[in-house]
């Protein structure tokens, strides 16, 4: 069992940045790991992953602006947000993929104003 707690969200204007920490319970060095979103009244989607080997994918939405990276050292996933816009606000969750299940964080929130 694994257990996530997110933190670092909060209200900001348009331009500015934010960066989301994820810290796990346990390792998470051999675990893929990602950040999903969730805008209201939209489906969750995926903002951005990380295999265990460092490779790095993210929506096209946030190319350029946000950086998914991981402190294997201190079971902790982070997500720099820069440039922020009014559309990226919604509850970022952090995921962990493991070889039985997913596991996901409470949320944090973040709210972009224009």
């Known amino acids: 069992q694994v257990q996530l707690v997110e933190s670092g969200g909060g209200l900001v204007q348009a331009g500015g940045s934010l960066r989301l920490s994820c810290v796990a319970s346990g390792s998470i060095s051999t675990f893929a790991v990602a950040w999903y979103r969730q805008a209201p009244g939209k489906q969750r989607e995926l903002v951005a992953n990380?295999?265990?080997?460092?490779?790095?994918n993210s929506a096209d939405s946030v190319k350029g602006r946000f950086t998914i990276s991981r402190d294997n050292t201190k079971n902790t996933v982070y997500l720099q947000m820069n440039s922020l816009k009014p559309e990226d606000t919604g509850v970022y969750y952090c995921?962990?993929?493991?070889?039985?299940?997913?596991?996901w964080g409470q949320g944090t929130q973040v709210t972009v104003s224009s």
């Open positions: 995921q962990i993929e493991t070889v039985f299940r997913s596991y």
């Open positions: 990380m295999g265990s080997g460092g490779n790095t």
